[in-house]
């Protein structure tokens, strides 16, 4: 068994969201993913259970526990994937449904992969849970821009989606983790997707991730699909459209996150990214 490093969302190895891959997992107990994650140390690595003809089974286990879907390790997979047996279109069954997954190999080098998430939706978030989020992220209602509501948005997991009214705002995160954590563990949510809207198509992420045991994720393709299908359904763009994400730059690692958000309601959320082998 061979657990590979790769950072996705970048084709630098400075940038980017670092995760672990295993390409074939198959014998691997719960306990030994848990275990392995937790010894690999990046905010997830997937483990893939080949099941024929470019389809695979797939777990994503952060260091503290297994979370349903992980674009970035998604994306890293299907680089892995290329660069050892050539692109091709992989289809992988998530705890979160089914995800299709293809790559392209370009001249200069550089391999990028995009994700085709499960259907995508979004559910109001209560007054007290918003009141409660505020409190732990040590913000308050002045700070949201009205113009993009808070909501909670799944598109493989569950993402409270926040809006800053300011960058200054999104790039001053000092946060309560205790309470943070205590409050997604109640109420299943993976990340908190904080963002901030440049303009009509640039957004600006960041995600903190404290049921991984890390502060903040540096690029997030799951909140960025969930994201795509928030905006398409509160009618926040007009579709089809292209999305860019640009996360990670608070922390120092850069990323870059291209979201593609169909016109046809109900479908998946394209979200694409460069991935680099770490050494």
Known sequence: MEILRYAAFSADPAGGNPAGVVLDATGLSDAEMQRLAAEVGY????????????????????????????????IASAAAY??????????????????????????????????????????????????????????????????????????????PIVAAASRQRLANLDYNMAALASLMAQRG??????????????????????????????????????LGGYLRELGLVTPPATVTVHQGQDMGRPSLLTV???????????????AVALT
């Open 189 to 226: 949510w993976t990340t908190i997707n904080l963002v901030h809207r440049e303009s009509a198509l640039v957004f600006h992420a960041r995600n903190p991730f404290p049921p991984g045991g890390v502060v903040e994720d540096p690029a997030t393709g799951a909140a960025a699909a969930a």
């Open 43 to 74: 905010s997830e690595t997937a483990f893939l259970v080949p099941d024929g003809d470019g389809h695979f089974k797939v777990r994503y286990f952060s260091p503290k526990a297994e979370v349903p879907f992980c674009g970035h390790a998604t």
């Open 82 to 159: 290329a660069e050892r047996h050539g692109p091709r279109i992989l289809h992988l069954e998530t705890r979160a449904g089914l995800v299709e997954v293809s790559t392209k190999m370009h001249a200069d080098g550089t391999t990028t992969a995009t994700l085709i998430s499960v259907e995508p939706r979004t559910k109001p978030v209560s007054a007290s849970d918003l009141a409660a989020l505020l409190e732990a992220l040590r913000w308050t209602s002045g700070d949201l821009d009205a113009t993009l509501p808070p909501r909670i948005a799944f598109a493989g997991a569950w993402h």
């Open 260 to 274: 593609n958000i169909p016109a046809q309601p109900r479908t998946g959320i394209a979200v694409t990214g460069a």
